[in-house]
């Protein structure tokens, strides 16, 4: 799996939305494969969720939403080894309060330089869905333009 994601993250160079997402069940070994690839091209992956996290617990509950992308963008430029970021624990991002589309944020970061980021939810009939139906931060994408790397 090593192999093949090596080859993904460097063909996705050629695509306008350079985003690859590690999708699979609790488990299934998506943060251990991020962390393999990250020794192998010398690139240590975000916690999105602690560094984030850290970041806005200093800031009043009301103004975080507007500092978020601030934020993130700060985080990826300081961790982005060459053209490539590695994210892992995204969930944070689809905290409501927060008031994100997640998937469009990575998009947007993917458009500058090679993303590889762990999807907390899974991938279902050709969709992205984290969360069930009914939970407050229930999230369902379509796939269209975006690189799904599914680990079983």
């Known amino acids: 799996m090593l192999e093949q994601l090596d080859r993904l993250a460097t063909d996705v160079g050629a695509l306008h939305c350079k985003l690859i997402l590690l999708v699979g069940a609790p488990g299934a070994g998506k943060t251990a494969l991020l962390i393999a690839f990250g020794k192998r091209v010398a690139a240590e992956p975000i916690n999105v969720g602690a560094e984030l996290g850290r970041r806005l617990a200093a800031i009043p ?12 963008r700060e985080l990826a430029d300081q961790h ?73």
Do not use: C, S
């Open 61 to 72: 509950q009301r103004q975080r939403h507007l500092q978020t992308n601030t934020i993130l």
């Open 80 to 152: 982005a080894v060459g053209d490539l970021l590695l994210l892992d624990n995204i969930e944070l991002l689809f905290d409501r309060t927060l008031q994100l589309d997640p998937l469009d944020l990575l998009k947007r970061h993917a458009h500058a330089r090679r993303v590889v980021a762990v999807w907390p939810g899974e991938l279902r009939d050709g969709r992205l869905i984290y969360t069930e139906m009914g939970h407050p931060e229930h999230q369902d994408y379509g796939i269209e333009a975006l690189v799904p790397f599914a680990i079983q």
